[in-house]
């Protein structure tokens, strides 16, 4: 079974970077796809980027050319290194994982999640 850290939350300006760091405890197997999912104060968790083992990436448009996921396979960790904060991406960050091929920037794929890390962006 899949464990999964998230840690490297906090708070910074706007215009600042933050690198979210996702550990992964568990079969290899169960997380042919990964991405992070970030949940604003009264609105829907979203996808924010994802890749998987094949080599395809994906982001949501509104981080496009600011954010970028990658993963250590020595350390077993996932990463998100977020640039040119501003207060939009303000939120809960979750790092998730799934044994499954598809939409990376869609819930449904994912089957193990963790259990968030506060990003705060100040104006």
């Known amino acids: 079974q899949v464990q999964l850290m998230e840690s490297g939350g906090g708070s910074v300006q706007a215009g600042g970077s933050l690198r979210l760091s996702c550990a992964i405890h568990?079969?290899?197997?169960?997380?042919?796809?990964m991405g992070w999912f970030r949940q604003a104060p009264g609105k829907e968790r979203e996808g924010v980027a994802g890749?998987?083992?094949?080599?395809?990436?994906s982001y949501a448009d509104s981080v496009k050319g600011r954010f970028t996921i990658s993963k250590d396979n020595v350390k077993n960790t996932l990463y998100l290194q977020m640039t040119n904060l501003g207060p939009e991406d303000a939120g809960v960050y979750y790092c998730?994982?799934?044994?499954?091929?598809?939409?990376?920037?869609?819930?449904?794929?994912?089957?193990?999640w963790g259990q968030g890390t506060q990003v705060t962006v100040s104006s």
């Open positions: 998730a994982a799934g044994p499954r091929f598809g939409i990376l920037l869609a819930q449904t794929l994912y089957t193990t």
């Open positions: 568990g079969a290899r197997y169960s997380t042919n796809s």
């Open positions: 890749m998987n083992t094949v080599g395809s990436t």
